[in-house]
């Protein structure tokens, strides 16, 4: 079936290091959205990509979208304590004309004290 | 205006019981849908609705019912519990089809199994 691949799981990273996380599709996505889940909340809505080669910035943190519309990334930069969580990406497809939403697993953020 | 919101927010079952989690949404979107998250997994999809009346299985949709007889409620029905479903339950809800447009999540109901 169709698949999104998030890695890495966990990134252990300290106060003031950068932090990336990156999703790889099987298929072609329309669009590409990323969430944020903070550790026992449920995930909020970060940002939509949905051109090829597309580059967002919200404050410290970059989304891209790859040229082909397959893979995508998170960066941010000097992370923050209040950047700990689960990062998700959810790439958006159609099978059989219905749209299908497929999540990754996650990167969880972990600062090391 | 208050988002998703979902009760209980915790429950334990004995194996065999059924139960119904609530969602509820003041949004008027359209599209709802509820997912199950386990430790270090992603979110899997169970079933979801484009609309009062509509509702389809998603990736996981056994041993899980659902109905949409209006816009704003969308129950999930566990009709025989067993220790495979203890996990994290969350209802979410976009304007239109889900991944068009972004989706909005309630707090979650956490279920364990016993």
């Known amino acids: 079936g169709q698949q999104v691949m998030q890695i890495p799981q966990y990134q252990h990273v300290q106060e003031g290091e950068d932090f990336t996380t990156y999703c790889n599709s099987s298929t072609t996505l329309s669009n590409i959205q990323w969430y944020k889940q903070r550790p026992g909340g449920h995930p909020v809505f970060l940002i939509q990509l949905v051109k090829s080669g597309e580059v967002k910035k919200q404050k410290r943190l970059t989304f891209q979208f790859g040229e082909a519309k397959k893979n995508s990334s998170l960066h941010i930069t000097a992370t923050q304590t209040t950047d700990v969580g689960t990062y998700f990406c959810?790439?958006?497809?159609?099978?059989?004309?219905?749209?299908?939403?497929?999540w990754g697993a996650g990167t969880k953020l972990i600062i090391k004290p | 205006n208050a988002g998703v919101t979902q009760t209980p927010k915790f429950q334990v079952l004995k194996t065999g019981q059924s139960m119904t989690l609530q969602c509820a949404q003041d949004m008027n979107h359209e599209y709802m849908s509820w997912y199950r998250q386990d430790p270090g997994m992603g979110l899997r999809l169970i079933h979801y609705?484009?609309?009062?009346?509509?509702?389809d299985q998603g990736e996981v949709p056994n041993g899980y019912n659902v109905s949409r007889s209006t816009t704003e409620d969308f129950p999930l029905r566990l009709l025989s519990a067993a220790p495979s479903q203890t996990s994290v339950y969350f209802c979410?809800?976009?304007?239109?089809?889900?991944?068009?447009?972004?989706?909005?999540f309630g707090p979650g109901t956490r279920l364990t199994v016993t």
């Open positions: 609705s484009v609309g009062a009346g509509i509702t």
């Open positions: 979410a809800s976009s304007y239109q089809v889900g991944g068009v447009y972004e989706q909005y």
């Open positions: 959810a790439g958006l497809t159609t099978l059989d004309s219905n749209y299908q939403l497929i």
